[in-house]
């Protein structure tokens, strides 16, 4: 089941089931409200209990880094210590993931801000429910 947020409504797939939001709730990114976005969740009465939730793509900037010949701690440990050259948009702590692209010798590297991904960790949390991962938008079309 995947939870997703806009700035007038939280989607949850695949159900379709869509809970209509206030205003300054939340704006699609960034969750203002939390214990509000919790507590709508936990009034459905979700039968899964297993959740990923979805960051829009404007939350996250993605990267094709020419790392792969790299071991995967490597890849983590040199964009990490390269953060600002890689991710200079970002100025706060980030969150980071990658992928290996299959036919290329690059990595894609995906980063956002790390309170993002604290905000949906804490709404699953008091909503009783266990977040398992956390995708992107537009992976998610191509994944889902």
Do not use: W
Not at 101 to 126: G, M, S, T
């Amino acid at each position: 089941m995947n939870i997703s947020f806009s700035e007038t409504e939280i989607k949850i797939m695949p159900s379709n089931k869509v809970i209509p939001l206030s205003e300054n709730i939340t704006d699609g990114v960034n969750i203002h409200d939390i214990q509000t976005v919790s507590a709508l969740l936990k009034k459905e009465n979700l039968k899964a209990k297993h959740v990923t939730m979805a960051l829009p793509n404007k939350a996250t900037i993605s990267k094709e880094v020419p790392l792969a010949y790299l071991d995967d701690e490597d890849i983590e440990a040199e964009i990490i210590v390269n953060r600002d050259r890689y991710f200079p948009e970002i100025k706060d702590e980030i969150a980071l993931d990658f992928i290996r692209l299959p036919e290329e010798q690059k990595v894609l590297a995906v980063a956002c801000p790390k309170i993002f991904i604290n905000q949906r960790l804490e709404i699953a949390r008091q909503a009783n429910l266990k977040l398992i991962a956390i995708n992107i938008e537009s992976q998610e079309i191509i994944l889902g």
